[in-house]
């Protein structure tokens, strides 16, 4: 069957339980070996999951979904604390600071103390057999005759909509450290959500996904800075090393909130890129090919 032609309810259960089975890989990788790359994967397999779950919510048995994603939000939480250690490194690293400064010697023991906590969570799920538990709730999605590109088509524009007014309230003055942060929390979400719809759309559609993750990365550096700012201050005054990398830090974020502020009106809303997205977010494609072997003639799906 072509993807095309899924109803609603056949997609939010295929999509669903793709993310919760991703989550448990992640889960197990991040137990085997709770370094910076499985923790970020974890932490990003778990948003996946948690936005299909707040986006299909509504097909799902009352409060089902709202229970699974706090199921896994101290786990989330617990490897926010470690991936903020594990950026924050980075960050000092790359303005220069030395590796033999204290600094880093206290936030690695942190990040000790963090990647226990995130493993305690870990195995407490593990122990639960969450989030593979939960897949047999999928199973009482009740079948719907709305296909699952026609709600994209419906669901789509208004999302997006929303997310560039959010942006142009965020740019039409200085923007703070704090609006920043919360308009890169709205650029991931709307990933996120974009990413569900995927396969109702052709290529130009990873190129707008592509987009919205260069939001999402320059913001994210940008807070970044923020949050190692509020680190560095109070150790700054007594610390010339501190003090020094304190300045690279701010410069750093002065120099990815111009880059942001050239990307958002230059590129991503330029005159006439939302009524661009509007309408390719709205259009009805014609249904995908399927890849004919060797000597076999291309058909369409039906």
Known sequence: M???????????RRTIAERLRRVQEEISSTIENPAADPVHDLRVAIRRASQALRLFAGLLPPKEARRMRRGLKPALDAAGRARDLDVGAELLQSVGLEGHHPLFSAMAAERRKAVLALLGQLYLLQSEDVPLCWLPVLDRIAPSGEQAADAARAALPPIAAEFFEAGRKTMARTPSPEKLHALRLAAKRFRYTLELWEPFYGAAYKIKLESVRRIQSILGSRQ????????????????????AALRKVDARAAGLERQFHR?????????????????????????????????TPRVPIK
């Open 263 to 295: 990307y958002w009106h230059a590129q991503f809303d330029a005159p006439g890129e939302q009524e661009r997205w509007m309408r390719y977010l709205a259009r009805r494609l014609a249904a995908r090919r399927a890849p004919a072997s060797a000597g």
């Open 2 to 12: 072509s993807i095309q032609a899924a109803t609603i309810d056949e997609h939010a």
């Open 224 to 243: 970044d800075c923020a949050v190692m700012r509020e680190r560095l201050k109070p150790l700054s005054a007594v610390d010339a090393a501190l003090e």
